[in-house]
C-alpha cells in the first residue's frame, strides 16, 4: 500500500516536473518587436475585432507599443473599457511611450461597440467608423466563439457561422472602401488548424437538420480561409493585401462553452499551462502579419509562428470559395 503511494506521488512529482520543464525550455515563439520598433506603426489606424480578451487583447497592446491608434471592435463596452483601461496601465507601468496622438510614441485606444451576431450592429459599427476614421490600414479579424451550445445569431444564422464567418464578411466588405483609399492597407484574419475538420455543406449552413458543435466550429474556420483566399482575388491590383493565420493553442477564455467537472479543472489548467501558449506568444503572427515590411505586398496566404504553411486541397477550392462569397453575400444582404 505504501509503496503504491510513494510511487504515485513520485509518477506526479516527475509529471509536473517534465510539464515544467516542457514549458521553460520548449519552443516558444520568438517576440518580433522590441524598443527599438517603438514607432512601427506610428500613424496608422488598427481596427481589431473581440480586443478585449484572449489574442485580441494582446494583439491591440503590441501594436498600441509599436504607435497605432487602435480600433477595438467589442460587443461589451464595460468589458472593453476596462481592458483599454488595463492595457493603458500596463505600457504605462512598463515605462513605455507616453501615450497619444501627439506624443510620437505609443499610440491611442479607441472604444467602438461591435456585435458580430448582429448584422445591424456591424452596419452601425461601420457607419461609425466610415463617419469618424479618415483612414483604415490594418482590419484584424479576431474575434471568435468556439464549441457553443447550438445558438442563432440576431438574423437566424447559426451563431459560429454567423460571428466566426457571416459577422466578418458583412464588416469587410463594408469597410473595404476605406481601406482600398487609404492602401498600402492589411486585412488580416485569425482562423484555426481545427479548419481540417470542417467542409462547407451549402444545404445546412444554419445546421437546422444536424447541430455538431465541433464540426460547426470547423466548418467556420475553414469559411475564413476561402474568405480570405477569394477576397484575396479580387482584391488583386489595389494594394489592399488579406492574409489568414492560425495562432496555435492559446490560453485564453475561449473554452468558455466547455464543461469540465470542478474536481478535474486544476488538471486542465495544468495541461494548458504546459502546453498551451500565452495570449502574447499566441498573437505574435497576428501583430506580424499586420506590421512587417517581411510582408508587405503578401496576399492570399496561410500563416503559423510567423511563417507561411500549407494547406489541405479543400481550402484551395476556388470554386467553394467562389460559391461561399455569393452565398454570404445574399444571407447578409449586400448582393448588388
Ligand atoms: N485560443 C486558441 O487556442 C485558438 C484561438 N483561435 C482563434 O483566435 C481568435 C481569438 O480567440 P481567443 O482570443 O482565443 O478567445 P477569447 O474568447 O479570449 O476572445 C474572443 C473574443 O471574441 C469576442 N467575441 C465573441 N463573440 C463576439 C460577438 N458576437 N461580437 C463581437 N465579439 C465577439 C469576445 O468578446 P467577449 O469577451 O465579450 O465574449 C472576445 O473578445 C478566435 O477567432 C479563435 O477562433 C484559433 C485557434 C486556437
Ligand atoms: C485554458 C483552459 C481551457 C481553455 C481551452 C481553450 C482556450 C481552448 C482552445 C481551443 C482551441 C485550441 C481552439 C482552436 O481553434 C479549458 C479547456 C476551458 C479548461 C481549463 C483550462
Not at 479618415?134 to 459560429?160: H, S, W
Request: proline share 4%; hydrophobic share 40%.
Amino acid at each position: 500500500m505504501a509503496v503504491t503511494a510513494v510511487a504515485a506521488l513520485l509518477a506526479a512529482l516527475g509529471g509536473a516536473l517534465w510539464l515544467a520543464a516542457r514549458r521553460f525550455v520548449g519552443p516558444s515563439v520568438q517576440r518580433l518587436h522590441r524598443g527599438g520598433d517603438s514607432g512601427l506603426m506610428h500613424g496608422k489606424t488598427v481596427l481589431i475585432t473581440g480586443a478585449n480578451s484572449g489574442l485580441g487583447r494582446a494583439t491591440a497592446a503590441e501594436l498600441l507599443r509599436l504607435g497605432a491608434r487602435v480600433i477595438m471592435g467589442c460587443r461589451d463596452r464595460t468589458r472593453a473599457e476596462e481592458a483599454a483601461g488595463q492595457l493603458r496601465r500596463e505600457i504605462c507601468q512598463a515605462g513605455g511611450p507616453e501615450l497619444g496622438p501627439d506624443s510620437g510614441g505609443a499610440g491611442e485606444l479607441v472604444v467602438k461597440e461591435l456585435d458580430l451576431a448582429s448584422l445591424r450592429s456591424v452596419r452601425s459599427f461601420c457607419q461609425e467608423v466610415l463617419q469618424e476614421e479618415p483612414r483604415l490600414d490594418v482590419l484584424i479579424n479576431n474575434a471568435g466563439i468556439f464549441q457553443c451550445p447550438y445558438m442563432k445569431t440576431e438574423d437566424g444564422f447559426e451563431m459560429q457561422f454567423g460571428v466566426n464567418h457571416l459577422g466578418h464578411f458583412l464588416l469587410t466588405n463594408l469597410l473595404l472602401g476605406l481601406l482600398k483609399s487609404s492602401a498600402p492597407s492589411r486585412i488580416v484574419v485569425v482562423t484555426s488548424k481545427l479548419y481540417k475538420y470542417g467542409d462547407i455543406n451549402f444545404e445546412d449552413l444554419n445546421s437546422e437538420q444536424n447541430y455538431n458543435k465541433s464540426f460547426c466550429y470547423s466548418r467556420s474556420k475553414l469559411a475564413n480561409i476561402l474568405f480570405t483566399r477569394e477576397l484575396a482575388r479580387r482584391l488583386e491590383g489595389t494594394n489592399v493585401t488579406v492574409n489568414v493565420l492560425h495562432p496555435g493553442m492559446v490560453r485564453t477564455n475561449l473554452g468558455r462553452h466547455i464543461h469540465i467537472p470542478l474536481l478535474v479543472k486544476p488538471l486542465f489548467n495544468l495541461v494548458s499551462w504546459a502546453f498551451f501558449k500565452s495570449p502574447l506568444e499566441g498573437a505574435q503572427t497576428s501583430i506580424y502579419l499586420a506590421s512587417s515590411p517581411e510582408v508587405e505586398g503578401v496576399s492570399g496566404k496561410y500563416f503559423g509562428d510567423c511563417k507561411e504553411e500549407e494547406l489541405l486541397p479543400k481550402a484551395m477550392d476556388e470554386s467553394v470559395a467562389g460559391k461561399l462569397w455569393d452565398v454570404s453575400e445574399v444571407m447578409v444582404g449586400i448582393l448588388k
